[in-house]
Nanobody, 126 residues
């Protein structure tokens, strides 16, 4: 049973930083892609960063140079370091997974029980 549990969201001012965590329980992590998505009522769901666990990482143009995705194999945890946050980054953030290959393609990612309901909320405002 795959489990993905996000944490680390909060409220910050523009220019601030947050680090999101996602506890990833996968039986064979190196066979999977993992990604961060964000969702707002107005924009819908957007891919933010993806990785072939143990391999390459891809970022959406809107976050390149500001966000960094990393994976701690020992802790089975996916991180998203977010720097220079801006109001347009305000969203609920989710982690998701899918089998390899094509990790840079946003389509096909899923969550356990298709639950995109909560995630971890990031709010950027002055």
């Amino acid at each position: 049973q795959v489990q993905l549990v996000e944490s680390g969201g909060g409220a910050v001012q523009p220019g601030g930083s947050l680090r999101l965590s996602c506890a990833v329980a996968l039986y064979t992590p190196t066979r999977y892609c993992a990604a961060w998505f964000r969702q707002t009522p107005g924009k819908g769901r957007e891919g933010v960063a993806s990785t072939a666990i143990g391999g390459t990482t891809t970022y959406a143009d809107s976050v390149k140079g500001r966000f960094t995705l990393s994976h701690d194999k020992a802790k089975n945890t996916l991180y998203l370091q977010m720097n220079n946050l801006q109001p347009e980054d305000t969203a609920a953030y989710f982690c998701a997974h899918k089998p390899r290959p094509y990790c840079a393609i946003w389509a096909g990612y899923s969550r356990p029980n298709n639950d995109w309901g909560q995630g971890t909320q990031v709010t950027v405002s002055s």
